[in-house]
């Protein structure tokens, strides 16, 4: 214990190297010689971040260790990061890592917490967008909300800006990782319904890149009221994608003075490992 302490305590120091507030003689004279074993057990106990931009910088040793493919697929391991299907493994096990830690649905206020909150309204037919308590249970029990439509369509939307969200240009354009959505929606039972949605990738300037529009759905008089799920995963869409623009909406089939349209809640955009 003793002896991990020490070398804890020469990392501390190497690391103020790394960012410039030693001096050279000060870090030669505290250059320890590390088993490697050890030195990845120490690199397992540091924010993985810090191991990425600064280890890597101090040393060749450092760099081998921090770049290795086993340290990152121990820290899966640990931190049961594991793919769900075994007989498919990262490439990269180090962009797996990061990619699970960071993944979270980047979209803001899903679930009408908020009001309307960060979504911008594109159309707001009828009598307006409006929010209330789900008719049925939700799937997922924190759900305690739900935008609803009138009887004109209703759409909102928001645009996710990658970069602010922590994904870089380079990231974004050499690994392409997949960008998964869902949204979910339903129908009162006394009144037909449409639901739309449309998810585009966009360049810097705005540009679609890639699309997801499919038809709209219809929801006839007297259907159910349960909760439907749409998902989609965009992959190989290439470089320049910057933004994510999510829109969804829809109205009532009825024309009926009130909040009878379809409802939406507990929509997600997320950046996903390549193997799930």
């Known amino acids: 214990m003793q002896k991990i302490n020490k070398i804890k305590m020469q990392t501390d120091a190497m690391m103020l190297h790394a960012d410039g507030r030693h001096n050279t003689s000060a870090f030669n004279a505290v ?17 993985y971040d810090q191991v990425i931009r600064r280890c890597r910088l101090v040393c060749k040793q450092w760099r081998e260790v921090s770049d290795s493919e086993s340290l990152w697929r121990e820290r899966c391991r640990r931190e049961r990061l594991l ?4 007989t498919r493994t990262p490439d990269d096990w180090r962009e797996y ?22 979504w911008q309204i594109v159309s707001n037919g009828g009598d307006r967008w409006t929010i209330e308590d789900p008719k049925v249970p939700h799937p997922n029990e924190k759900v305690q909300k739900n935008f609803v ?40 039972h006394d009144c037909a319904c449409e639901y739309k949605i449309k998810v585009e990738l966009l360049n810097e300037k705005k540009k679609c890149l890639q699309k997801f529009e499919p ?8 259907s159910n009221q349960q909760w439907h799920q749409m ?3 965009f992959t190989n869409y290439g470089p320049g994608v910057r933004y994510v623009r999510f829109v969804h909406g829809g ?4 024309y009926w003075k009130g909040w009878y349209g379809v409802r939406v809640t507990d929509s997600c955009v997320e950046v996903c490992p390549e193997v799930e």
């Not at 109205?251 to 009825?254: E, L, S, V, Y």
Request: glycine share 2%; with cysteine; net charge positive.
């Open 149 to 188: 439509t009138s009887f004109e369509m209703c759409l909102k939307s928001q645009d996710i800006d990658l970069k602010r969200e922590g994904y870089n240009a380079s990231f974004m354009d050499w690994y392409q990782p997949p960008i998964r959505i869902s949204d979910w929606y339903a129908a009162r």
């Open 97 to 118: 890592y990061v990619l699970c830690r960071k993944r979270r649905n980047l979209l803001k206020n899903p679930r009408a917490e908020h009001n309307f909150r960060y």
């Open 231 to 233: 998902s989609h995963i």
């Open 251 to 254: 109205k009532d089939g009825q």
């Open 83 to 86: 793919p769900r299907d075994v």
């Open 215 to 222: 038809e709209m759905i219809r929801f006839e008089q007297w």
């Open 31 to 47: 250059v320890p010689s590390v088993p490697l074993e050890i030195l990845e057990e120490i690199f397992h106990n540091l924010p």
